[in-house]
């Protein structure tokens, strides 16, 4: 049993979330049931979704409970196993939560899934080859649908779904445009990850403005968009839409540490009979083996090279959070707590 | 060659559209073609879309012209013809625009259409068995796809898309909810047109007080829904779908007249998992004859009851239509001119 740390969510946020909201408490892994595994933690995942979760109000998920490990995604290693389909030293991905540790009833499909670190190395397993991939998958083939020549638009396009979504979307002959916060972000987009160009919102900051810069960047106007951010950029978006176009509403983060930020003008919806639909990826667990065997591909042939931003430490973990939240991050955020 | 009455668009619209936007203006029928046919108008259409297509700004349709006739859904009579499929005395429907006479190539699929007023009154050709009643069919089947048993919402729903929902929806086992502006449009959408409950947004003026009312009519919440309206009414409902609801976004009145009516709470699109879709029933001419079909069904066996103002005269239309615009019409609005 050995003795364990965690990061609890001590009180809940009233406007921003801060550090505040957040301590660190001791305690001891239990000892394992039968079909149960035990798992070190070797990084956490961080992901703009805890930020509702933090609340109590109106989510698509029950709130994280107040002083009890905050829940989150995990790669890891087995240590020790009461289930014959685990032994110690198999890399898993789970569900573990902020903490060192955490035993997972490997009985529960889904709960726990071992995975091969020989082309893609384990953290990739909680971003470009894990949920936040699929999730740029699901939006793109699922909502999007788009065909060989469309323009499609996302937002936060350095980051882990972004990123993805921009590989996906060249491997199916589509022009992509990324919208990021600084040159460097920027740079990685069109350089590394391949889009046709990327536009900077922090030289942008208004509608009207980003608006000129997605007219330079697309043309022949927007066909799809994957909207991960909300706010002025995605107005600016849907007023640049084609005609049936359709939007993947994944995040609305620019909006979640305060008030709801309005559209616009959702005239344009009707205007230009535009399909949008929000969707949680958790939901559709059908398309999770076809995405990751093609994510998997994409990374292990380099098509996709996905960035990360690792703070060190279980300690480290509110503050990365909060810097998630502010977009300080660059590409994947993590957590490496081994 | 009769003396043709027309009304025309004399100049744009800053801001409200007003009586003053239109002037009427004489002229000759031209001799026909062949393959032409000339109808005498019996009813002119007045649609919420017209106001869109006075402005030049962008709009799924190109702006009506200026010093032209407006153009307008119309029925009437066959006076004249030069192509062997119609004779004079034929009961039509068609484009003609806002003019006691016009002359259809109906050579040109989609130009006229014959139609039978055994059981259904010609008018109604313009109505609930016409473009509004299968904007309803299209918004509700297609987009929607209600199950038996969900409760489904329609703003203006006294009017001639509204009715014509209620009616197809009671048809397929669900719970009805409209919203109508006045005590008698209420009593007219539960007492006549059979919906279960109808919320008089005249006595809620804001997003807190009408969200009140839905919740009384809505006890399980709302899964599908039909918007017309936008506005406060539009975000009260988006924060009591369902997950998964489906939104049908034909029409956004509330905004024509000035500017755009932000949508106060996207997120709303995100926590619900919504689908939100904006169409125009013209681009899907191949549901037509199938929703016609249930609609004159509906309307011959008494089961839809749609209401018309009926304003007199070509000359009244252009007052009519402002009417229209700020919901002083009572269920489909028409111009008779004969």
Not at 121 to 136: E, I, K, Q
Not at 176 to 183: D, H, K, N, Y
Request: charged share 20%; aromatic share 8%; glycine share 14%.
């Amino acid at each position: 049993m050995p003795a364990n740390l965690q990061i609890v969510l001590d009180n809940r946020p009233t406007g921003e979330a801060s550090e505040a909201n957040f301590r660190i408490a001791q305690t001891e892994t239990p000892p394992l049931k039968d079909g149960h595994v035990l798992v070190r933690h070797h990084y956490l995942s961080l992901d703009p979704y805890m930020r509702g979760r933090m609340s109590e109000s109106k989510s698509y998920a029950v709130p994280q409970p107040l002083g009890q490990v905050m829940q989150g995604g995990t790669v890891g290693e087995v240590v020790e196993s009461r289930h014959p389909g685990y032994t110690p030293g198999d890399k898993v991905v789970g569900f573990g939560g902020w903490q060192h540790f955490s035993v997972a009833d490997a009985s529960q499909p889904g709960s726990l899934r071992k995975v091969d670190t020989t082309h893609v190395p384990l953290s990739h397993y909680l971003g470009a080859v894990g949920m936040p991939g699929v999730t740029a998958w699901y939006g793109l083939v699922k909502i999007i649908e788009p065909k060989a020549g469309n323009t499609l638009v996302v937002t936060a396009a350095s980051g882990a779904v972004g990123s993805a979504f921009g590989a996906l979307a060249k491997a199916r002959g589509c022009r992509v445009v990324g919208v990021a916060g600084g040159e460097d972000k920027c740079r990685y987009v069109t350089e590394e990850l391949g889009f046709d160009a990327c536009i900077d919102y922090r030289t942008h900051p208004d509608a009207s403005s980003i608006g000129k810069a997605l007219d330079a960047a697309c043309p022949d106007g927007i066909d799809g968009h994957f909207e991960n951010v909300g706010g002025y950029i995605f107005d600016a978006v849907l007023d640049r839409m084609n005609a049936f176009g359709r939007i993947a509403l994944c995040g609305l983060i620019s909006g979640y540490d305060g008030q709801p930020i309005p559209l616009a003008n959702p005239r344009a919806l009707l205007v230009s009979r535009l399909r949008i639909e929000g969707f949680i990826v958790s939901e559709h667990m059908e398309v999770w083996p076809e995405a990751l065997r093609e994510l998997g591909g994409l990374v292990g042939s380099g098509k996709l090279r996905p960035r990360e931003s690792v703070a060190q430490g279980l300690e480290a973990a509110p503050a990365a959070f909060i810097g998630l939240l502010k977009g300080r991050n660059f590409g994947k955020q993590l957590v490496k707590v081994i």
